[in-house]
């Protein structure tokens, strides 16, 4: 069954749509850097996801693909037939499930710090146990950790700390079950299948996916755009904004 998603819709109201897909763990504000030059001539829509925000929690397990789904359904009652839609994180895998599985739905992407598969060498199994056990007190700081870069806290602490501060209340079954979403992630299978003009962007810091794992999914991708925003760690659309909004208006706003 979908979740109603808790939603937030600017600009202008008979320009095309452009949907902002949040990182699991962010909400719709890690869009704001984005909004002013988004909004210019682009209808632009945000999501929380399950658990996220005002969003729904749900009932129990659940996998990207009902994830997607709820975008999905979203968009169905919104009337949105036809959108670009920009996707960070992992949750970047939601929108490659629709470009691949609905491919009227979408008209470009951009995928930022995604990639192709969750690196066997990450926990995300563990960290949804230790929500469930402990609550999300417990994983704030391994979870957000790779959201910036050393200058980014030391410049702007204000800023990382109302992002950790989003992270702490959202439900932790509802995390808890992205977690273990994340774990399994694996769409090598299905980014062949993907027919929309994409771009993909990897910050050149981002330890939780280096570049190399975006090359990796835009390599997959026929015809996709690989960019590299120097400066930045995961949450780059956040501390290199001016360089990513280049190249999101260039994509998906021109």
Do not use: K
Not at 86 to 93: D, I, Q
Not at 231 to 238: F, I, N, P, R, Y
């Amino acid at each position: 069954m979908t979740i109603p998603l808790q939603y937030r819709i600017d600009g202008p109201r008979h320009a095309p749509v452009v949907l902002l897909v949040p990182p699991f763990g962010t909400t719709l504000s890690v869009w704001e850097p984005q909004m002013p030059e988004l909004t210019r001539n682009r209808r632009v829509l945000r999501i929380n996801h399950r658990g996220h925000g005002t969003s729904p929690a749900g009932d129990g397990p659940c996998g990207l693909e009902d994830l997607a789904l709820d975008v999905l359904a979203l968009l169905e009652r919104l009337q949105m037939t036809r959108v670009s839609a920009v996707g960070a994180g992992f949750a970047a895998s939601l929108v490659v499930w629709i470009a691949a599985n609905s491919p009227r739905t979408l008209e470009r992407i951009a995928l930022l710090a995604a990639a192709p598969r969750t690196p066997p060498a990450h926990r995300w199994g563990l960290l949804a146990d230790r929500v469930r056990e402990a609550g999300m007190e417990s994983v704030l700081a391994d979870v957000s950790l790779p959201w910036f870069t050393p200058d980014m806290g030391e410049l702007r602490p204000d800023v990382v700390d109302r992002f950790t501060g989003e992270l702490g209340r959202i439900d932790p079954g509802a995390f808890a079950a992205v977690c273990d979403a994340v774990h399994t992630m694996d769409q090598r299978h299905l980014v062949a299948g993907v027919r929309v003009p994409s771009l993909v962007v990897s910050a050149a810091h981002d330890p939780m996916l280096p570049p190399g794992h975006g090359r990796r999914l835009a390599d997959g991708i026929a015809d996709a755009r690989f960019e590299v925003v120097p400066g930045a760690a995961h949450l780059l659309g956040v501390e290199r904004a001016d360089r990513v909004n280049e190249l999101l208006v260039e994509h998906v706003a021109p």
